[in-house]
């Protein structure tokens, strides 16, 4: 009788070692060889799950979508519209070193879409990532648009890509630079942006 | 006696190469071998430039940056302080294919010497082209203050970081989602956010 194999709780075994290997060494030390190592597998098991380095980069990418979407959906809105906004930007940056190391996985899985020749799967996990965080940004500014705490005559639109850009542009410095842009700068340059939108509303 | 060569010339023929190669296939095809090939040298002659990978890389990166300070040093400081400020910031944007394939060669290279362990060379110049940037946010700022343009009470402090922040998010949009983070409207929100500094002075 073959053995039975809960494939789920395999994967959420790799993920955990992949990760541990991410945060330890950087994600360029991730290869399904020292993630056999860290899980206590062999080699091919690894590979059963993921063939090749792209197969392993999309995983670790899913386990961050799955990772922020967990934080972000934990998130009790309580206290005024532009805290609780702040408080739900602030999971898509890398402000400790659990989101550094997510967000250096991100990056290298960005600049590998990037390089690749052609349309490829990488690109539209990109997209999904980048569009996601909009709808975030869209739907925060929504938000204090229905609570009444936006100033009269802003564009939301333009106002969304501005926030999107922002935060991603925030997000990068926080990752280059950790002791200039530290996590309190970064938090009080984001507040007072969303305090020149509502204006001194709540 | 032995042959003379004119290295200056010769590295001057390799960036050129190199940059033929990172166009047309992306900065990932970039190797020794590729470039050699589009040289029409030999590997052991360009390897005599770069030896490896890092090096090939900081070679590219140092071939943008020089790109970047040539256009940046022929602006002509024409028309209002605001249009002359947006001028400048374009530079660093990736708003046509040329300047697209310089944005993929420094997020090749942040990715990279983000991955590195341990304290990189590449981390170094990272470093150098993000204060250079910044300085660059921070000196148009203070022109556009002793030009009597911005609104009294701002931070510059603060509005440098958040320019700077902006315009490195504003590029990965225009890298990632070139279709919707057009040119006119990278522009329009650039310029949009300097009118909220300026509040209608010119």
Not at 48 to 61: C, I, K, N, T
Request: with cysteine; glycine share 6%; net charge negative.
């Amino acid at each position: 009788m073959p053995k039975i194999v809960d494939h789920a709780a395999r994967r959420e075994e790799i993920a955990e070692a992949l990760w541990r290997v991410v945060r330890r060494d950087g994600i360029r030390a991730a290869s399904v060889r020292t993630i056999a190592a860290e899980a206590g597998w062999s080699a091919g098991a690894v590979r059963y799950y993921f063939p090749d380095q792209e197969g392993l980069l999309s995983f670790a990418m899913d386990l961050v979508s799955r990772r922020v979407s967990d934080r972000v959906g934990a998130i009790e809105p309580k206290g005024s519209a532009t805290t609780i906004a702040l408080r739900y930007l602030e999971e898509a940056l890398p402000l400790d070193a659990e989101r550094r190391a997510e967000f250096d996985v991100w990056l290298a899985f960005m600049a590998q879409a990037r390089a690749e020749t052609g349309a490829g799967t990488l690109q539209e996990h990109v997209d999904t990532v980048h569009n996601g965080l909009r709808r975030l940004c869209e739907s925060l500014l929504h938000s204090l648009a229905e609570a009444g705490a936006l100033r009269d005559g802003l564009d939301l639109r333009r106002e969304t890509e501005h926030l999107h850009a922002l935060i991603d542009g925030l997000a990068l410095h926080a990752a280059i630079q950790p002791d200039r842009s530290t996590a309190p700068r970064i938090r009080q340059l984001l507040r007072h942006h969303l305090e020149t939108l509502t204006a001194g509303n709540p």
